[in-house]
Every structure is written in structure tokens, then in C-alpha cells.
């Protein structure tokens, strides 16, 4: 219990900071915000009486620590504010992208599980050869190559030489494979990476020697003993790999115009939409510290001795 009180408190710190972080930039961010309002309401050209309209709308006349206490009193009631683009509630914009972001991450963690374990197994049981000069070279190609440039070359070979699937994507289950696969690169080239060197600590460890004197084949050691081994490390890497997904989408989603938090985020910054901004970052610390206290307390249940 102690350790998850602390754990909470170191949270609730780091979720602090941030928001501070995103509002201090924000507010050094060049430009006018109520001009880039206006703009974005489509006024092409703003006058000084409509300008001076919106900052006493939106309460920009005040100064800066007082409207960063008002935000965050309004973030701790789940009140993030109003879109300056729409006017609707950010809580509304986030909810209505959320589902196809929860979708996309969740079916590219689906699609990494049997690639990182295949990719350890092989780097693990052939070692020093061949299978493992390509499981690592796989590895190292997924956590180089970057998603932009991933879903690029994938929108160009399926979607424009092959004619399989859509430019556009409209969050649906049909549209999901490809996105969901640019972003399960990166997760199975850091999965693949932490099991295949835990895989390989357990199979020089003296309990795999004990083992194979009995008669176990290399791939029953490392199944009977090496995944265990390979749990606690994995779980840890997991975690923060999944609370991190939210952030990662952001660009993936923008290659395949993917309806999600990752978009809203990016369309948010072009238009200067603050509040957005300060909700799509704020949701993104969340789903990173959730990720970060579940693997903790996973790992740490997985063996008591850490």
C-alpha cells in the first residue's frame, strides 16, 4: 500500500509539471491566440474590436498564473475548458476521438505480441548465427525506421500501387491494418529486444544447465525458464510502451488522417486551440503514468524481491 501511495504521489507530481510545462509554452508560444481564433473561425481578416472581443471572451486579458489557477482548477473537476476553434467542451472533442485511438493502439499491440516473441525465440535459440543476425537486424530496422516514413512507404505500396484500402481513413475496422501495423513496428522492435536478452540471461543461467542435464531441449529451457525469467523486464518495458502509445499515435494517425487524439492534438497545435492542446498533452501524461504504475506493480507482483 505504501508503495502505491508513493507511486500515486509521484503521478500526481509529474502530471503537475507537465501541465505546467504545456501551459508555460503555450504562453511563450509567438502570436496572438485571439487572432489565430478568429482566423480559425474563418474571419480572414481580424479588426482590432474583434480581437479585443476575444481575449475578454476567453478571459486572455488576465494574467498568466491566474489563468493557469483557473485551468487547473477546472482540470481537477474534469472541466478542461471549451475548443477556441469550435466552442465545444474538450472533454467532448477528446470523447469522440478517444474510441478510434484506443482502437488503433489496441489492435497494434495485438499485432506485435507473436512478432517480439518469434523475433526473441529466433535471436535467442540461434544465437551467434544466422537467425539471430536477422531477428536483429528486423529489430533494429523497426526501432530506426521512423512511423512517418513507415506509413508513407505503406500508404504508397498498398494503398496507391496495390489499390487495398483507403488514403482516408475514417477510424473503421477496415481502415485499421495499416495504421495499426506502422505503430506495432516500433512496439515489437522494443518487446523483441528486452525478451531476447532476458531470454539469453536465463539460458546461461545455471538452473538452464541443471535443466538440459536432465535431458530438456534448448526450446523447453527457454519456455520452462527463460519466459519467467523474461516476465518482470518485459512487463516493465509493456507498461511503459503502452502508456506511451497515446503520444506515438499523434504521428501515425496524421499519415493515414486517422480520426483519433493523436489528429486532434496536431490540428489543435496548427490552429493554436490551447485548451485542446492542453487536453490531448494532459490525456497523454495520464495513459503514460497509468502505464508506467501498472507495469511497476505488475513487475514488483511478478517477484516480490524487487
Given at each position: 500500500?505504501?508503495?502505491?501511495?508513493?507511486?500515486?504521489?509521484?503521478?500526481?507530481?509529474?502530471?503537475?509539471?507537465?501541465?505546467?510545462?504545456?501551459?508555460?509554452?503555450?504562453?511563450?508560444?509567438?502570436g496572438d491566440p485571439a487572432r489565430q481564433v478568429l482566423l480559425s473561425r474563418g474571419v480572414a481578416v481580424p479588426v482590432e474590436t474583434q480581437i479585443e472581443a476575444v481575449r475578454a471572451e476567453l478571459g486572455l486579458g488576465d494574467a498568466a498564473p491566474v489563468r493557469y489557477a483557473r485551468w487547473l482548477g477546472g482540470a481537477l473537476t474534469g472541466d478542461l475548458g471549451s475548443s477556441w476553434r469550435t466552442g465545444r467542451p474538450v472533454t467532448a472533442?477528446?470523447?469522440?476521438?478517444?474510441?478510434?485511438?484506443?482502437?488503433?493502439?489496441?489492435?497494434?499491440?495485438?499485432?506485435?505480441?507473436?512478432?517480439?516473441?518469434?523475433?526473441?525465440?529466433?535471436g535467442a535459440l540461434g544465437r551467434h548465427r544466422w537467425p539471430d543476425a536477422l531477428s536483429r537486424g528486423v529489430m533494429f530496422a523497426g526501432a530506426a525506421v521512423p512511423s512517418f516514413l513507415l506509413g508513407v512507404a505503406l500508404l504508397e505500396i498498398v494503398v496507391v500501387r496495390w489499390g487495398v484500402g483507403r488514403v482516408v481513413a475514417?477510424?473503421?475496422?477496415?481502415?485499421?491494418?495499416?495504421?495499426?501495423?506502422?505503430l506495432a513496428a516500433g512496439i515489437v522492435a522494443q518487446w523483441a529486444r528486452v525478451?531476447?536478452?532476458?531470454?539469453?540471461?536465463?539460458?546461461?543461467?545455471?538452473?538452464?544447465?541443471?535443466?538440459?542435464?536432465?535431458?530438456?531441449?534448448?526450446?523447453?529451457?527457454?519456455?520452462?525458464?527463460g519466459l519467467p525469467h523474461a516476465a518482470p523486464?518485459?512487463?516493465?518495458?509493456?507498461?511503459?510502451?503502452?502508456?506511451?502509445?497515446?503520444?506515438?499515435?499523434?504521428?501515425?494517425?496524421?499519415?493515414?488522417?486517422?480520426?483519433?487524439?493523436g489528429r486532434l492534438l496536431v490540428e489543435a497545435i496548427t490552429a493554436r486551440d490551447l485548451p485542446v492542446v492542453q487536453g490531448c498533452v494532459?490525456?497523454?501524461?495520464?495513459?503514460?503514468?497509468?502505464?508506467?504504475?501498472?507495469?511497476?506493480?505488475?513487475?514488483?507482483?511478478?517477484?516480490?524481491?524487487?
Open positions: 500500500m505504501r508503495r502505491l501511495l508513493r507511486l500515486l504521489a509521484s503521478a500526481a507530481g509529474t502530471l503537475l509539471a507537465a501541465s505546467l510545462l504545456v501551459w508555460g509554452l503555450a504562453e511563450l508560444s509567438p472533442e477528446l470523447g469522440e476521438r478517444l474510441p478510434a485511438t484506443l482502437r488503433l493502439c489496441l489492435t497494434a499491440v495485438a499485432l506485435a505480441i507473436l512478432p517480439a516473441f518469434a523475433l526473441a525465440f529466433a475514417d477510424g473503421g475496422w477496415a481502415d485499421t491494418p495499416l495504421p495499426a501495423a506502422t525478451t531476447r536478452g532476458a531470454l539469453i540471461d536465463a539460458a546461461s543461467a545455471p538452473f538452464a544447465d541443471v535443466s538440459r542435464a536432465r535431458g530438456s531441449g534448448e526450446l523447453r529451457v527457454l519456455l520452462v525458464h523486464p518485459l512487463l516493465a518495458v509493456a507498461g511503459m510502451t503502452v502508456g506511451g502509445l497515446l503520444a506515438g499515435a499523434a504521428v501515425v494517425e496524421s499519415v493515414f488522417t486517422w480520426p483519433g487524439v494532459l490525456a497523454g501524461v495520464l495513459a503514460f503514468l497509468a502505464g508506467a504504475v501498472a507495469a511497476d506493480l505488475a513487475t514488483r507482483a511478478g517477484d516480490p524481491r524487487l
